[in-house]
């Protein structure tokens, strides 16, 4: 028996743990991942301070469950001690985002040592090393979900954050996801000022197969859910060429014109258990 399909989330706001009202603001926004950033927005003199206003934050989040919190790379002291404020902490997030990993046994390793202080969140993976993009299907078998980090993988390919340097390991990360039943989310936009940008990338890579989209500010919001939350439309399509392909005893179905086969219903099948997966668990959250 096939494993149920996994609720995915569409939208990821990205947030500084660098103050308790601005991230409990976020929790107003209509994303249906809220992560709480312990990384790269938090400088290093600052990360104490800011696994306080995580902590804090945990307490008074809503909906735990789709909490994210993203930790320093985990041969780091910093993520040491982003470890020791989960394992500590009263209320844990739905979502652990590791960093700058480089093996699949990193996911592993730190599935254990949260396990053993009674935690099992799911595991996300910044896809943002050269190693990740070579080891991508390991990692993706390993891990809950993928999130591709543009910004650092640019800096060590040294090229521009364009789509031609970044489409190779977007359609990695498409397969290895679509392989190991992965969730599967695309880069922050950073050009804030031109959202033409942001529409038609997130039309591209759900074009490419991937779920959802990361952001750093809530304006972007409203443009990726349109874009990647479940449609009306499609599913009642989706129902469609199920039903359809049912009468046709599983084979060739003609559907508004169109030749639709056990193809196109494995699809539609798909696309609405996932769909109904992400409607138990975030649909009722914003």
Known sequence: MSAAPRAIPRSILYTPALSLDKVVKAWSYDADVHLIDLEDSVPPVEKPAARVVCRDALEKAPWPVNVAVRINELGSV?????????????????????????????????????????AQPEIYVTVETVEAVTEIDAIAREADGLVLGSADLA??????????????????????????????????????????????????????????????????????????????????????????????????????????GPPFARMAHVTVAREDAWEARFGGAG
């Open 155 to 260: 800096a060590t390919l040294n090229v521009e954050i364009t789509w031609e340097a970044m489409l190779a390991a977007r359609q990695a990360m498409a397969m290895a996801c679509a392989r190991h039943g992965t969730a599967c989310v695309d880069t922050a936009n950073f050009r804030l000022s031109e959202p033409a940008v942001l529409a038609e990338e997130t039309a591209r890579v759900r074009a490419l197969g991937f779920h959802g989209k990361a952001t750093v500010h809530p304006s972007e919001l409203a443009t990726i859910n349109q874009a990647l939350r479940p449609q009306v439309n499609d599913l009642r399509l989706a129902r469609r060429v199920v039903a359809a392909v049912h009468r046709a005893n599983g084979g060739i179905a003609v559907l508004d014109g169109s030749m639709v």
């Open 78 to 118: 910093a993520a040491l001690h982003d470890l020791l404020l989960l394992a500590e902490s009263s209320v844990r997030p739905g979502i652990v985002m590791m960093t700058m990993v480089t093996s699949a046994a990193e996911v592993t390793l730190l599935r254990r040592m949260l396990a053993s202080a009674g």
